[in-house]
Nanobody, 121 residues
Framework: VQLQASGGGLVQAGGSLRLTCAASGRTYRSYAWFRQAPGKEREFVAAVIYSGRKYYATSVKDRFTISRDNAKNTLYLEMNNLEPEDTAVYYC??????????????????WGQGTLVTVSS
């Protein structure tokens, strides 16, 4: 499986961006977005599993929406009302974590290369 993330860029606070992750190869149970800000650990943003159920970090709930187009094997992250604290490199990931590990980076086998999102104040 290869994951190719795109869609990052520079946006003002309050703006919106849409990230895309094109996947190839086998299908996994869970697809997720993580992010890593400078000097910080990689953190969970959102995930969608095979049943369609979605999971969000508290900090992005009600602002970000994760979705997946199974026919196109593509994952999306719609980000609205962006804040400077959202500035980070965003990574898409795929794997078969158990439900209790959906939010853990260790649960994901495949990772995209990352796309930088910068939110100016």
């Amino acid at each position: 499986v290869q994951l190719q993330a795109s869609g990052g860029g520079l946006v003002q606070a309050g703006g919106s961006l849409r990230l895309t992750c094109a996947a190839s190869g086998r299908t996994y149970r869970s697809y997720a977005w993580f992010r890593q800000a400078p000097g910080k650990e990689r953190e969970f943003v959102a995930a969608v599993i095979y049943s369609g159920r979605k999971y969000y970090a508290t900090s992005v709930k009600d602002r970000f929406t994760i979705s997946r187009d199974n026919a196109k094997n593509t994952l999306y992250l719609e980000m609205n009302n962006l804040e400077p604290e959202d500035t980070a490199v965003y990574y898409c990931a795929a794997g078969d974590p158990i439900t209790s590990a959906i939010r853990a980076p260790e649960g994901y086998r495949q990772w995209g290369q990352g796309t930088l999102v910068t939110v100016s104040s």
